[in-house]
């Protein structure tokens, strides 16, 4: 099959691209290769952070193949979604990197969770997103898990419940989305973020992804008693690390501090 899936890397940048025309859906062998590629920027030790984008203007993302699925599809191996479940991203353990989204078009089922699985979203001015599992008796599964803590639960369920499209701009006042733009402004805007966080510290960013995860299913106290008593393992490593000391130094000689991660 044609390579659907290409990548473009800048120093500690890799920007992952989904193209399979006409919808950008994700099949088994699809997300496969998508998880065997954010595997490999989870394990590369030079890359700090990722982008996801797809081709096209109409669709970022169509969602789950339903041809595909109709078919019986399972994949070249029949092992399903791959490492990492659907799109590669929603369940790939361990990824303590950011992860950024640029969404330009309509973001369907499958590929609005896709989206939801990223740290920061950003959207073209014509980007749309819609969850329309309802109207054929299938639970979105992922994202009836994460939108009701991302934006207001009558919202969540709303969108859940009805299928109905929420357009950027709605998207981007209840905080869905990070900012909302033209789309010929919009990957370079994804850059200069991917670029400023690639010049940031890895080994806090390390720590923050692994706290916001674990604490999700933790009282305040608990989480907080986790990251003191130094019981989550990104918290440990920053803080016998050269970077903290690094951090204070750079401080104190009123320098930027030079990031080596580790």
């Not at 819609?130 to 009701?148: F, Q, Y």
């Not at 869905?176 to 670029?195: F, H, S, Y």
């Not at 106290?221 to 990251?227: E, I, T």
Request: overall charge neutral; aromatic content about 6%.
């Amino acid at each position: 099959m044609p390579d659907v899936i290409t990548t473009r890397r800048e120093k500690a940048i890799l920007e992952v691209t989904l193209d399979r025309p006409k919808a950008n859906a994700i099949d088994p062998t699809t997300s496969r290769r998508m998880g065997e590629t954010f595997k490999a920027f989870r394990d590369d030790p030079e890359l700090r952070v990722a982008i996801v984008k797809t081709a096209g203007d109409k669709f970022f993302c169509a969602g789950w193949d339903l041809k595909a699925a109709a078919a019986g599809d399972t994949g070249e191996d029949g092992s399903g979604f791959g490492v990492g479940g659907f799109g590669g991203l929603q369940e790939l353990r361990e990824l303590n990197k950011p992860v950024i989204a640029c969404v330009n078009g309509m973001a369907v089922g499958g590929g609005f969770e896709l989206a939801l699985s990223c740290d920061l979203i950003y959207a073209s001015d014509h980007s749309s997103f819609s969850l329309p599992e309802i109207r054929a008796g299938v639970l979105a599964d992922a994202a009836t898990i994460k939108l009701p803590k991302r934006i207001p639960y009558h919202v969540a369920m709303e969108l859940l419940l009805t299928g109905r499209w929420m357009d950027a701009d709605e998207a981007r006042r209840w905080g869905l989305v990070n900012e909302v733009m033209p789309k010929e402004k919009l990957e370079d805007r994804v850059w200069d973020i991917a670029r400023l966080l690639a010049s940031g510290p890895p080994l806090v960013f390390a720590a923050i992804k692994e706290t916001a995860r674990v604490a999700e299913a933790l009282t305040f106290q608990d989480a907080m008693n986790r990251v003191a008593r130094r019981q989550l393992g990104t918290v440990d490593r920053l803080s016998d690390s050269e970077d903290s000391l690094e951090g204070l130094l750079a401080f104190a000689e009123k320098r930027k501090p030079v990031w080596k991660g580790r």
